[in-house]
């Protein structure tokens, strides 16, 4: 369904912004002044507004609160030396919102409201954009359930919203890692490839056990045979082995990560040797063991890349190499702030400009 009407603006009366330490953000607790808002009603999306920051009212039965019918999106805007705003490769989120989104029975998000609504919002709100290095404007898109009904079948009624956040860092440090081998993120034939809810909410108690154990984060394997490593709780995972790439192939029980991706495209235009495939346990213990390791990290929106700084397996940690050491994950993490931040060319067309 094309949007043909016009955003409908609210602006808020007293805005927040001078309550807020732009120079010690922290990630995820801090929200602009306004928030876009559209409606699906009827088989059509209307009422796209944008209107002040605040709590919206919905009905205690709707399935998002019962069922988990809600998905969602994690981008980041920056400003450019010329105060331009940037957004990293929006038109991707889009697409994704809408992969999960058909696994999760609800309609496609038209890719006009999606980008116009975000133009006007950050039009709006322009200001909240940080400055200082390794801080951003994250944007939140989401997609749930607006029905009033308890029984369990596909909604007829949804709310699209999109909200920003100034943040800082999403590690403020190295982290560390636990391969997980009871508990299970996602299975095959499952939601693991959406960034659907219920997948996360499903992962807060195996994470809260490994942090209760000193660890940052969960590695987290294969549902049926515990024997391959998938991905990260908040993020795809990449390891360094020798002088080559390697990554988990992509599957229905693995994110398809944005960030993923433009480190991919990055490390083959550099010429690096590149294998998307199975990763097993025993082969990057072995690595780990042996020296042959050489680095290990995170990659995903939150952190853009998040240097892993031991492994835990089987009760034993395995240390990687000191991360001024790491000659990849470092450069890429450069190159990937240099072009969202206008400041190094963008040979893929990934920066799109508000």
């Known amino acids: 369904m094309v949007v043909t009407e016009s955003i409908r603006i609210e602006r808020t009366k007293h805005s927040r912004i001078s309550q807020v330490d732009f120079a010690n953000l922290p990630f995820g607790k801090i929200y602009t002044d306004h928030m876009f808002m559209a409606d699906y009603r009827d088989g059509e999306w209307k009422n796209s507004r944008v209107v002040p920051y605040g709590h919206i009212s919905i009905s205690p039965a709707t399935p998002a609160i019962h069922y988990g019918q809600a998905i969602f999106e994690g981008m980041k805007a920056m400003k450019s030396p010329t ?20 696994r999760i029975c609800m309609p496609p998000v038209p890719e006009e409201l999606f980008m116009e609504g975000l133009s006007t919002l950050i039009s709006l709100d322009q200001n909240w954009v940080p400055k ?21 079948r596909p909604s007829e009624n949804f709310t699209f919203m999109i909200i920003l956040s100034p943040v800082g860092p999403y590690y403020s440090t190295p982290v560390k890692v636990k391969i997980e081998t009871q508990f299970t993120r996602a299975a095959e034939g499952g939601t693991g490839y959406a960034k659907a809810g219920g997948n996360y909410g499903a992962a807060l108690y195996p994470a809260k056990l490994a942090q209760d154990e000193g660890y940052h984060q969960l590695l987290w394997t294969d549902g049926k045979t515990h024997q391959y490593i998938e991905e990260s709780g908040t993020m795809n995972v990449m390891f360094v082995v020798d002088d080559t790439l390697i990554t988990p192939a992509l599957s229905d029980s693995i994110l398809a ?14 010429g690096m040797r590149v294998e998307e495939r199975k990763v097993s346990v025993t082969e990057i213990m072995e690595a780990a063991g042996s020296g042959r390791l050489r680095e290990a990290f995170g990659a995903g929106t939150a952190a853009t890349i998040a240097h892993i700084e031991l492994i835990g397996f089987e009760g034993k940690d395995y240390y990687l190499p000191a991360i001024a050491e790491r000659k990849f994950a470092n450069r890429v993490y450069e190159e990937l702030e240099g072009i969202k931040r206008g400041t190094r060319p963008d040979p893929f067309g990934w920066i799109t400009k508000m």
Do not use: H, Q
Not at 257 to 270: C, E, F, N, Y
């Open 257 to 270: 990560g944005i960030t993923r991706d433009s480190v991919l495209k990055l490390a083959r235009k550099w």
């Open 132 to 152: 200082d290095e390794g801080s951003s404007l994250y944007i939140r898109p989401f997609l749930f359930s607006a029905d009033e009904y308890i029984g369990i």
């Open 83 to 102: 105060g331009d705003v940037l957004v990293f490769r929006p038109a991707d989120n889009w697409m994704r919102l809408n992969v999960s989104g058909e």
